[in-house]
């Protein structure tokens, strides 16, 4: 399977399903730079 059939793939399973996982913000000011970030902000 090709890339393309992979992301076609991926689009009408992203369409077709819901995802419930919540998005947190790191909050910085409080607790400091992400270590992986590396000073890339």
């Not at 992301?7 to 913000?25: D, G």
Request: hydrophobic content about 45%.
């Amino acid at each position: 399977m090709v890339a393309f059939e992979h992301i076609q793939r991926a689009i009408i399973w992203l369409n077709n399903n819901e995802c419930e996982a919540k998005v947190l913000k790191w909050n910085t000011a409080a607790w400091g730079e992400i270590p992986a970030d590396y000073g890339r902000k």
